[in-house]
């Protein structure tokens, strides 16, 4: 099982890439579009603002999971740079299932209140809201994989001794 996560974390890679350029590119064309409808045509569409202001939520908790997995997340690495490389392995491997618990717990109330709240609708496209909370819990679950195949590949790797950190400095 340890070693399907980092299978699935880099197929989830190959799928989330597109979806996030394809989702950044529609939100690209829908303000475009908002901008020439506005103020070259003196026309604003309704729903333009409604679907990119959507659109940029998916992508940003997409993307999030992709940062993650990756490790250009925001990170305090005050007291990890300082101890030592045996402690900074297990003070990793915390903070993976401590990211992983949470975002567990933000899925599956995520998913919960995502799907409750099917009958309440968006104002100009006047089509559910799941649709836009779901971004959240998605978001969520994603970082949960790939905070597990984080943890499990920095399970297989070998401490690194006093000696090498000083080398790697």
Request: aromatic share 12%; with cysteine.
């Amino acid at each position: 099982m340890a070693n399907e996560f980092p299978k699935v974390s880099s197929c989830l890679h190959r799928i989330m890439v597109p979806v996030i350029f394809l989702f950044s590119g529609v939100m690209f064309l829908v303000v475009l579009t908002q901008v020439i409808f506005r103020y070259v045509l003196s026309h604003p569409l309704p729903w333009s603002e409604e679907s990119a202001r959507y659109l940029m939520i998916w992508v940003a908790c997409l993307a999030a999971s992709e940062a993650y997995a990756k490790g250009n997340h925001i990170g305090v690495t005050l007291i990890t740079a300082t101890v030592k490389p045996a402690l900074r392995k297990i003070m990793t491997l915390a903070i993976h299932l401590i990211v992983a618990a949470l975002c567990g717990f933000i899925a599956y109330q995520g998913f919960f209140l995502g799907f409750l709240l099917w009958e309440q609708v968006s104002p100009a496209m006047e089509i559910p809201m799941t649709f836009p909370y779901l971004a959240i819990p998605t978001g969520a679950s994603l970082i949960f994989i790939q905070a597990l195949a984080l943890f499990f590949q920095k399970v297989r790797e070998p401490p690194i001794q006093d000696s090498e950190a000083c080398e790697l400095k």
